[in-house]
């Protein structure tokens, strides 16, 4: 390290002192901030001496004195100097060279507009080198002033000071005063070693002076100045005026004010004792002094060095912190690990070499993070025991990483805040199942296929696999987009047993997710929950797939650097984005993601997912409450948002993605979109308009699907569905479609055996009506059986059931068997829709015995025996076995829109001995999660007639929208049958209805 230069001799000072001469100056000096005043102060006037004999004699005595000790102490000089005249020869080579000059500069990283600076890598100091023009003539004035006022005329050393030096070591052994001047200060540094420096021989003297004279000869005086003003110590790390005026006044050298200036100058005498954050009392008197000296040469009034004086800093408050800046402190630790990997940068290149360091980090982006997440956690702290955060933003199309907050509070260590949460593994939560989702669909999988959420039992291998829901609740049949947009558990963990985990960790690394490796047997079906543990930014990575139309992306930090003097030493590669997914799975996941309507069931209408403008997003939460995320996106910006306690501790219980991350990404979005830049931050030629939705690419159609919630059991085919809605279709071959599944060829119909006799001949039995409608419904010529029909099929399929594997249910009584073309014209036969059961015959079982006790019409899946049938019941009604109970709602229907005063028709058949009453209820939304009852209860049976009137009039009670309106009958024990439901859409009254 340098040694920090002393000033033995610097005389003491009165205020406002000042000379009759003015220190010499450049040429065509013409300084910046204050003009030197117009004339040269007046000379002082000299008393008169009452004998001019003697004052003469006593002055010839005077230079006779004189002239003999400087004849002595040349004569000693120049013996000394002979004696070490080969030692000189060497430090002149070594000052020809500058080896000594210490050469290190501070390496600097930068934001991405390269206007703020993030940090600076400091080892020995602090030090950006600037040429004298980047130097104001105040501050190379004040240290002229202070260090050498002869700076300009003296040939490197000051002969007076050398004499001076020489008479003291003869007459006291040693030196015992300086007087070194800026050349002398400056060789002291580059040629001599530490313990040298700090001698006070003559030796030392002759040696220093000899090589300022040295250097004098070689340099110009401003070459010496720059060099001397970027070499000098000012204390904290400070070396050099840049890095001093940086640290002091976080402001570049080139802006110092006078005062400033003058400040500075003083410091470099002794920077431990003027030290002005331990001492700016002490530091203060020296600029005073520092302002009187340039009083005194000549460059400053004594009003304008008053001026100077009262002007900031006037307290340790007016300082900028010593402490090293470190802004976004995660994204630049990040930024200065990932430097030490850069293939041709050094370490010694950082740590010396004065590199720029260009990032690609938004600093507006980046304080929103910071202001949005701390905001968002302590308003919830104690409600939720959450106490930390963290946001990481990316473009999707470049991998830039535009923000990175790894916790709320980076210098908090009760909440472990420099530990970096986005570069941290914790376990996703749901915000896995997109990727199950596009590894299922690339498998052959649409929006529009049927899934069934009942009770599922999975086996793993090691134990059967139960999921349930969040909500704890089931929800029948529902599409791959509304399982998806509502984040149900049971059907992801049914793609992910189709999909396999190893295609799930294989589709998790295509789109760069590392963490969780590629070992299958590490984890269960319950990855596609959350199962494993990843990374913020691989998540966010990954979604930029979804974003960018499929491509794979890396995150990028550092964009390019540069030396000292503007040369490029690197420059981040453009990346090849390789398509990794076929861009229509990954416009459908996003439209399955941005889909405000399917997820509302789950999310509400109204929740933290819904942006001013189309933006897809996903939730997750840990079923322990440790873990909360939100991953959203729009086609040009991905931000992953975690929440949570870095210790791991859990959350408070219930607390989850939709109300712990999802209100931080939600206005975190908000607020980006509303920058003033942000055009120009994330939008670019070829991309869609900065707030418009997802494009569909080609290869894709849209078809109408019925809603599946609409359908009520029975319905007949010609009624149709109650209520579609349009879903997207992948049309066309692409390369990334998948294999065509084989098509089974039909089973033959057995012909008559020619051989055989008449009598043997086996009845031909034509296929029965089965025939899919639109996807995932089927219209089915079915038979609605009574009771003894019923009996009488289960006592058939004994056998089959007995042979079931024991960990399948026992299947419930059938409520239809299909109908054969020969015996279609049965009493009680009906062409009904169906939705489609699920493939597995497990999970066939459990989805038709949940069906059959929720009224969900599901394929029956059992043929009709050819034998007498016997008699027949209604098949629009609801029978209860147990209790002989008929039941149904004939009006309004399924998907009908009521308003005013509507009767409900129907049938309500039922033994008083059974049933106590019935009564009529209502539900808002789809799937309603609470009932009110309307009307009275009834116990008299009806057939055919009204059962209840409903007030759909009643707008302070029934709102315009969804309901379900059900019939249920209630049993002596209190107990009821399963409810006869019909989805219903209450409207205002139109006014061209006449009431």
């Known amino acids: 390290m340098v040694e920090e230069p002393t000033h033995e001799n610097e005389p003491a000072i009165e205020p406002h002192q000042q000379t009759t001469q003015r220190a010499p100056m450049p040429p065509n000096y013409q300084p910046d901030y204050y003009q030197p005043i117009a004339e040269a102060p007046p000379p002082r006037k000299r008393r008169r001496k009452g004998r001019w004999g003697c004052f003469k004699s006593g002055l010839a005595i005077t230079a006779m004195v004189l002239a003999a000790l400087v004849g002595s102490g040349l004569v000693i000089a120049l013996m000394i100097y002979n004696s070490m005249k080969d030692e000189v020869a060497e430090d002149i080579a070594t000052l020809e060279s500058m080896e000594g000059v210490e050469d290190f500069e501070t390496t600097r990283i930068l934001d991405r507009s390269g206007t703020v600076e993030l940090y600076q890598v400091i080892t020995e100091g602090r030090r950006t080198e600037v040429p004298i023009e980047q130097i104001p003539f105040s501050l190379r004035w004040a240290t002229i002033a202070t260090e050498d006022d002869t700076f300009y005329e003296n040939p490197g050393f000051d002969p007076a000071s050398i004499t001076r030096a020489a008479i003291q070591w003869q007459q006291e052994g040693e030196i015992v005063s300086g007087g070194s001047t800026i050349t002398q200060q400056l060789v002291k540094m580059i040629v001599f070693e530490p313990e040298e420096r700090l001698e006070q021989t003559l030796r030392r003297k002759l040696k220093e002076a000899a090589l300022a004279y040295v250097m004098t000869r070689e340099y110009s005086k401003d070459e010496i100045l720059e060099l001397y003003l970027n070499q000098i110590p000012y204390g904290n790390l400070a070396y050099g005026i840049e890095a001093a005026a940086q640290t002091y006044f976080d402001k570049p050298a080139r802006d110092l004010t006078v005062a400033e200036a003058s400040f500075l100058a003083g410091l470099p005498q002794s920077p431990a004792t003027y030290d002005p954050y331990s001492n700016f009392a002490g530091a203060k008197v020296r600029q005073r002094q520092v302002l009187d000296l340039m009083v005194r040469h000549g460059y400053l009034s004594i009003a304008q060095a008053d001026e100077a004086f009262n002007q900031p800093p006037t307290s340790v408050s007016d300082l900028a912190s010593p402490n090293i800046s470190l802004l976004a402190p995660h994204f630049t630790v990040e930024v200065r690990r990932q430097l030490g990997e850069i293939p041709g940068i050094e370490p010694d290149m950082i740590e010396r070499g004065g590199l720029v360091v260009y990032t690609t980090i938004d600093m507006d982006m980046q304080a929103l993070a910071e202001q949005i997440a701390a905001e968002q956690v302590a ?247 440790r873990d909360n995320w939100t991953v959203g996106y729009t086609p040009h910006l991905v931000v992953a948002v975690w929440a949570g306690n870095t210790d791991n501790t859990p959350m408070a219980e219930g607390t989850s993605g939709l109300t712990g991350a999802a209100p931080i990404w939600h206005d975190y979005m908000t607020a980006v979109y509303a920058l003033p830049h942000i055009d120009s931050l994330i939008g670019g030629e070829g991309l869609p308009p900065l707030r418009s939705g997802f494009s569909a690419p080609q290869g894709l159609e849209k078809q109408p699907v019925c809603v599946l919630s609409s359908l009520r059991d029975p319905r007949l085919a010609e009624e149709g569905c109650p209520l579609e809605r349009d879903e997207w279709f992948r049309i066309g071959t692409s390369e990334w479609d998948p294999e065509p599944t084989p098509t089974l060829e039909p089973t033959p119909s057995p012909t008559p055996d020619e051989e055989a006799d008449e009598g043997d001949e086996e009845e031909e039995h034509l296929p029965p009506l089965h025939e899919e409608v639109s996807e995932g419904l089927w219209q089915i010529s079915v038979l609605a059986m009574n009771e003894d029909q019923q009996a009488a099929l289960v006592e058939l399929m004994a056998d089959s059931w007995d042979a079931l594997p024991d960990d399948l249910p026992t299947p419930a009584t059938p409520k239809y068997c299909v109908m054969s073309a020969d015996i279609e014209d049965v009493e009680g036969a009906a062409v009904q829709l169906f939705i489609s059961a699920p493939d597995d015959e497990g999970d066939a079982i459990r989805a038709r015995n949940w069906a059959l006790a929720n009224g969900i019409p599901i394929e029956p899946g059992i043929l009709c025996p050819t034998e007498d049938l016997g008699d027949t019941i209604p098949a629009d009604l609801f029978v209860d076995a147990d209790t002989g109970s008929m039941y149904a709602i004939d009006d309004p229907n399924p998907g009908d829109e009521v308003y005013g005063i509507h009767p409900i028709i129907g049938t309500a058949i039922f033994d008083p001995a059974e049933i106590q009453y019935y009564k009529l209820e209502i539900g808002p939304g789809e799937f309603p999660t609470e009932w009110i009852t309307f009307g009275g209860v009834h116990t008299e049976p009806v057939e055919d007639g009204v059962l209840e009137e409903l007030h759909a009039d009643a707008s302070d009670v029934f709102p315009p929208g969804p309901y379900v309106v059900r019939l249920v009958l209630v049993r002596q024990d209190s107990n009821y049958l399963t409810p006869f439901t019909v989805p219903i859409t209450i409207v205002p009254v139109p006014e061209d209805s006449g009431e």
């Open 379 to 625: 308003a919830v702290r104690d409600e939720y025991n959450l106490t930390n955060a963290a946001i990481i933003a990316l473009n999707p199309h470049t991998g830039e990483v535009l923000a990175m907050l790894g916790s709320v509070d980076y210098a908090n260590d009760e909440i472990d805040g420099a530990v970096n949460n986005t570069l941290s593994a914790h376990q996703p939560g749901s915000t896995m199942k997109p990727i199950t989702y596009a590894a299922a669909m690339e498998q052959g999988w649409n929006p529009s296929d049927v899934l069934w959420d009942v009770p599922m039992v999975y086996d793993t291998g090691v134990g059967a696999y139960e999921p349930v829901n969040y909500d704890e609740r089931f929800h029948g049949p529902v599409r791959l987009r509304d399982a998806l947009a509502n984040s149900y558990n049971i059907p992801a963990v049914t793609l992910a047993r189709e999909v396999g985990v190893p295609g799930i960790l294989e589709m998790s690394s295509r789109l760069g997710i590392e963490s969780l490796g590629d070992d299958a047997s590490l984890y269960g079906l319950s990855l596609t929950l959350g199962g494993g543990e990843v990374e913020p930014i691989e998540m966010a990575t990954a979604f930029s797939a979804f974003a960018n139309g499929g491509k794979a992306i890396e995150p990028i930090y550092i964009t390019r650097i540069t030396d000292d003097e503007g040369n490029v030493l690197y420059e981040t590669p453009s990346q090849t984005q390789e398509q990794v997914i076929d861009p229509r799975i990954a416009f459908m996941i996003s439209d399955i993601l941005s889909d405000n309507t399917a997820r509302t069931p789950a999310m509400g209408a109204e929740s933290a997912l819904l942006l001013d403008f189309p933006a897809a997003a996903k939730t997750g939460t840990t079923n322990d409450y």
